[in-house]
């Protein structure tokens, strides 16, 4: 079964930070953009960070512009969010996710687009 694994979440205090990791189950990140994803509670899921395949180019919500930074090691073929100077609001569900993107393009974070998606990882923010 293909699929993506996050990992790396957890409780953590405000300020704090934490990376989140994200890789792949039965096939290999080669020609995949990866979007962060994530649902908090009672609210609707949100794109929060992408990466294009080549890892040249990235996209982010504008809030969390300065504090989050996604990253890919294509050796390890893994992606890396991480997450600086958190708050009580960035707690949620983080989801990774994978699109089929073998030509350039800019990553988005349209969900119909991505084909593969983990589980999820909660990251809890609390005093």
């Known amino acids: 079964q293909l699929q993506v694994v996050e990992s790396g979440g957890g409780l953590v205090q405000p300020g704090g930070s934490l990376r989140l990791s994200c890789a792949p189950s039965?096939?290999?990140?080669?020609?995949?953009?990866i979007g962060w994803f994530r649902q908090a509670p009672g609210k609707g899921r949100e794109g929060i960070a992408c990466?294009?395949?080549?890892?040249?180019?990235?996209n982010y919500l504008d809030s969390l512009k300065g504090r989050f930074t996604i990253s890919r090691d294509n050796a390890k073929n893994t992606v890396y969010l991480q997450m600086n100077s958190l708050k009580p609001e960035d707690t949620a569900v983080y989801y990774c996710?994978?699109?089929?993107?073998?030509?350039?393009?800019?990553?988005?974070?349209?969900?119909?687009?991505?084909?593969?998606w983990g589980q999820g990882t909660q990251v809890t923010v609390t005093s």
């Open positions: 990466i294009t395949t080549s890892g040249r180019n990235t």
């Open positions: 039965g096939f290999t990140f080669d020609n995949y953009a």
């Open positions: 996710a994978a699109d089929f993107s073998p030509l350039p393009r800019p990553c988005e974070f349209q969900e119909m687009k991505y084909e593969y």
